[in-house]
């Protein structure tokens, strides 16, 4: 390489590569403790429509190097239609049926993230596999946040029946109280959905290392 194009660092920019380099190694090290402390279960993402599980999720999974699964993709893989359509056709009794069915043979897949609609972990029998088989994690978000996230799309049944703010105040005050039996809660806000990935790599560490000592 001729002289002038060679990349010449100072002692400050080495120092900086080498610290980059320590971080990346603790960030790897903390991965590993968290893959190797799921033993082979799903993290299972619970929480009201519009709070994230599914962006959150898939950017989770592919920061641990796992799998990533939508129950909601999964159940209209299986019925061959969209949610909408089965709320339609067959009504919300039938969709729950068949939620149930399905996120109980996603829960045997080995170390994966499971994005779950957001009934799901409201039935007993459901919510009973979720905290045996796996690590449960309730993304726990603010009506307005929410609200703002629905708006987005409008493809929701249980969205249609009504406004859409006084649902989702009636969604939360039924479901908080069970959410909040999840294993961990992980608040999440208006910032950047990897700012949540990172409170829940934090929070597994934690809990793993808990588990653990
Ligand atoms: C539902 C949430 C939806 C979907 C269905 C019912 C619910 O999933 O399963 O429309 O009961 O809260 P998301 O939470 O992914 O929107």
Same mark, same amino acid.
């Given at each position: 390489m001729p002289q002038g194009n060679r990349l010449k660092l100072g002692g400050a920019q080495k120092e &900086?590569?080498?610290?980059? &380099?320590?971080?990346?190694?603790?960030a790897n090290a903390a991965i590993d403790a968290i893959k190797s402390g799921l033993e082979n279960r799903c993290i299972v993402l619970v929480g009201l429509m519009g709070a994230g599980k599914t962006t959150v999720g898939r950017r989770l999974a592919s920061r641990l190097r796992i799998p990533f699964l939508d129950a909601d993709h999964e159940i209209e893989e299986a019925a061959g239609m969209k949610v909408a359509e089965i709320f339609e056709k067959y009504g919300e009794e039938q969709f729950r049926d068949g939620e149930r069915k399905v996120v109980a043979r996603l829960l045997e897949s080995q170390s994966a993230v499971l994005a779950t609609g957001g009934g799901a972990y409201m039935n007993e029998e459901t919510r009973a596999l979720i905290e045996t088989q796996a690590i449960s994690v309730w993304l726990?978000?603010?009506?307005e946040l929410l609200l703002e996230r629905v708006a987005r799309r409008d493809t929701r049944p249980l969205l249609k029946a009504g406004d859409a703010r006084s649902i989702l105040e009636r969604l939360i005050t039924e479901r908080y109280p069970i959410y909040a039996q999840a294993r961990l809660t992980i608040e999440t806000g208006e910032g950047p959905h990897e700012h949540v990935v990172q409170d829940i790599l934090r929070s597994l560490e934690e809990f793993i290392g808990l588990n653990n000592s």
């Amino acid at each position: 390489m001729p002289q002038g194009n060679r990349l010449k660092l100072g002692g400050a920019q080495k120092e &900086g590569l080498r610290h980059g &380099g320590a971080e990346m190694s603790k960030a790897n090290a903390a991965i590993d403790a968290i893959k190797s402390g799921l033993e082979n279960r799903c993290i299972v993402l619970v929480g009201l429509m519009g709070a994230g599980k599914t962006t959150v999720g898939r950017r989770l999974a592919s920061r641990l190097r796992i799998p990533f699964l939508d129950a909601d993709h999964e159940i209209e893989e299986a019925a061959g239609m969209k949610v909408a359509e089965i709320f339609e056709k067959y009504g919300e009794e039938q969709f729950r049926d068949g939620e149930r069915k399905v996120v109980a043979r996603l829960l045997e897949s080995q170390s994966a993230v499971l994005a779950t609609g957001g009934g799901a972990y409201m039935n007993e029998e459901t919510r009973a596999l979720i905290e045996t088989q796996a690590i449960s994690v309730w993304l726990k978000a603010e009506l307005e946040l929410l609200l703002e996230r629905v708006a987005r799309r409008d493809t929701r049944p249980l969205l249609k029946a009504g406004d859409a703010r006084s649902i989702l105040e009636r969604l939360i005050t039924e479901r908080y109280p069970i959410y909040a039996q999840a294993r961990l809660t992980i608040e999440t806000g208006e910032g950047p959905h990897e700012h949540v990935v990172q409170d829940i790599l934090r929070s597994l560490e934690e809990f793993i290392g808990l588990n653990n000592s």
